[in-house]
T-cell receptor, first 114, second 113 residues
């Protein structure tokens, strides 16, 4: 079956612009996660959804970052007023939702802020 | 808070030799432990996971890992390296009841022909 998909695969933007990153989880997966992978910080957790609610937003680095999930499916991560330090690969994962069930990762969106 | 330490950011082994990638964890409760592999320009793929059943866990592509509570370790091994094993490997931990994964800094494995 189809895996987790993310779009766009690459995004180049100018400092100060807003960007939206999209994640389509595996069908039937109720849990969805966003992570960021950067050279300086490694792989870090950003936010987690169970259904449409986000029980854990503890990893969002600033109030410029927000995420939403609608219909228990697609999620959008929005970064407002992008900064150069936001340049990273943003990874999305989904799982069935059972505690500590396996997370399946998408290919990521590579964001470059000029 | 849990944390993961991966010793060796780069490991090189000869084709056919033993692969050993080290992972030590710190967790206040019995953890769940994972090894993921990342090939260039791809997402993360699960190799294996420990969830408090058998301490020796077998995964895909001939990899296995042993959970040692006394050493707080979860090292990844493969008896005989193959060229296709060249990738970056991440150890991760989560606490039961805490959905997020905490990752180590990764180990890049190079296979020497």
């Amino acid at each position: 079956g189809a895996g987790v998909s993310q779009s766009p695969s690459n995004k180049v933007t100018e400092k100060g612009k807003d960007v939206e990153l999209r994640c389509d989880p595996i069908s039937g997966h109720t849990a969805l996660y966003w992570y960021r992978q950067s050279l300086g910080q490694g792989l870090e957790f950003l936010i987690y959804f169970q259904g449409n609610s986000a029980p854990d937003k503890s990893g969002l680095p600033s109030d410029r970052f927000s995420a939403e999930r609608t219909g228990g499916s697609v999620s959008t991560l929005t970064i407002q007023r992008t900064q150069q330090e936001d340049s990273a690969v943003y990874l999305c994962a989904s799982s069935l939702g059972v505690l500590s069930e396996t997370q399946y990762f998408g290919p990521g969106t590579r964001l470059l802020v000029l | 808070a849990q944390s993961v330490t991966q010793l060796g950011s780069h490991v090189s082994v000869s084709e056919g030799a033993l692969v050993l990638l080290r992972c030590n964890y710190s967790s206040s409760v019995p953890p769940y432990l994972f090894w993921y592999v990342q090939y260039p320009n791809q997402g993360l793929q699960l190799l294996l996971k420990y969830t408090s059943a058998a301490t020796l866990v077998k995964g895909i592509n001939g990899f296995e890992a042993e959970f040692k509570k006394s050493e707080t370790s979860f090292h990844l091994t493969k008896p005989s390296a193959h060229m296709s094993d060249a990738a970056e490997y991440f150890c991760a931990v989560s606490d039961f009841g805490n959905e997020k994964l905490t990752f180590g800094t990764g180990t890049r494995l190079t296979i020497i022909p």
